[in-house]
């Protein structure tokens, strides 16, 4: 009949790679498995993603496996309330994957993610940033596929 951890901050702890992997299973295990009432989490100004530029492929794989990691947390903890994700460098595909955790989350009220290649849109879905050739790429096929009927076909051939 003790307290429970309901508030941790971990605010420029250098977590990253295993141990970061490690720390986030334990979250979803505490959310998920265990009934823990763990709400609010920061864990800004850590080295959760790869970084945007010259990221070893090590690096980016466990990178990878945080962001899924975070993804599960997100898609099955229904105790968690606000996340400080703000300045981990997360790359636009890892803020995909944690976006994918999120479409079906209805718990989360609080969610920071400055500092990453992602934003999160007036309905609170994260967007990725994309650069360089991949944006523009990524332009052109969304601004097609969300138009429908006529307007496609004229925008298609409007676009080479």
């Not at 009934?35 to 466990?62: F, I, M």
């Not at 989350?105 to 993610?113: A, K, R």
């Amino acid at each position: 009949a003790g307290r429970l951890l309901t508030s941790l901050d971990l605010t420029w702890n250098r977590l990253h790679g295993e141990g970061a992997q490690s720390f986030i299973r334990g979250v979803y295990e505490n959310g998920v498995v265990t009934g823990g009432k763990l709400r609010r989490l920061n864990l800004a100004w850590n080295r959760l993603g790869s970084g945007t530029v010259g990221a070893d492929d090590s690096r980016r794989r466990e990178a990878k496996a945080v962001a899924k990691a975070l993804a599960e947390v997100f898609r099955h903890n229904t105790t968690l309330f606000h996340m400080d994700l703000a300045y981990n460098s997360f790359s636009a595909d890892d803020c995909a994957i944690i976006g994918e955790g999120l479409a079906t989350n209805h718990t989360l009220f609080g969610l920071h993610l400055i500092g990453n290649e992602a934003a999160i849109d007036s309905m609170g879905f994260i967007v990725p940033l994309r650069r360089g050739a991949d944006a523009v790429k990524g332009e052109a096929s969304t601004g097609l596929k969300n138009r429908t009927g006529a307007a496609a076909a004229a925008a298609a051939k409007e676009d080479p």
